[in-house]
């Protein structure tokens, strides 16, 4: 299609990696009994933030943490896909219940952040005793109305600001690859020519399945990097076809 612009936008945790970025620093930094503890008492986005407190008080360092980070595989096809699709002219995008520091860690390790518009994800900060913060997307005084979605991040509100601001640049079409709950909401949101791509076995691939006819995109599984790759640039060359 002359002169559409494809927007690809990634989920990250299990998905553009195939670990989840808050438990491999539970499970790698020596959390797993205290998040298991406090887990049943609060919220994700707050437990998370309280493990990073506990890591402070622990003397582990921003820096130690994002050295951990570091480790965290990525699949060789899934970064050859996304530089692939970045050099074809592609807007990549990730949107993301993870957070800022982790996700812009890992993706500058592996010379990816380049390759993306927009992080869109749970804002963090270093505050002035060098602790690490983690602050939710959503203002949590005021919920965001949808029972869809986790109170402190809705990705179809998200997916449609993305698509009322592609909207005032022309055509566009949408690739959404994910995995979880919460990929569920944004799939809905896509219209008649976009594409989903869940995870297969995984929870949103489970969703869709149960009813189809809610979804308005073409929906395309997927089990792991090779397949991302071969399905997301044929999806790419198709929409460029039309």
Not at 22 to 42: A, I
Not at 189 to 202: A, C, I, Q, T
């Amino acid at each position: 299609m002359v002169g559409v612009k494809v927007v690809i936008v990634f989920d990250f945790d299990r998905t553009l990696i195939d670990d989840d970025s808050d438990r491999w620093v539970v499970e790698n930094m020596g959390l797993t009994h205290l998040f298991n503890q406090l887990r049943p008492t609060l919220p994700w986005n707050a437990l998370m933030d309280k493990m990073m407190e506990e890591l402070h008080s622990q003397g582990k360092t921003v820096e130690q943490i994002a050295e951990c980070l570091k480790q965290v595989p990525l699949h060789p096809r899934t970064i050859s896909a996304i530089q692939s699709a970045h050099d074809l002219g592609c807007d990549l995008k990730v949107v993301s219940d993870a957070n800022q520091f982790y996700i812009k860690t890992i993706l500058k390790h592996h010379g990816l952040y380049r390759c993306f518009s927009e992080v869109i994800t749970n804002p963090t900060s270093v505050d002035g005793e060098g602790r690490l913060r983690i602050f939710p997307y959503h203002d949590m005084t005021s919920f965001h109305g949808c029972n869809l979605c986790p109170p402190n991040l809705c990705k179809g509100l998200v997916i449609e600001q993305i698509q009322a601001s592609m909207s005032e640049k022309g055509k566009s079409r949408f690739i959404y690859l994910g995995d979880g709950r919460g990929d569920y909401c944004p799939t809905l949101k896509l219209d008649k020519g976009d594409h989903v791509m869940p995870r297969k076995g995984f929870p949103l691939w489970d969703r869709l399945l149960s009813d189809l006819n809610l979804l308005k995109a073409d929906c395309h599984e997927w089990r792991n990097g090779e397949e991302l790759e071969s399905i997301l640039l044929q999806l790419i060359e198709k929409i460029y076809k039309e």
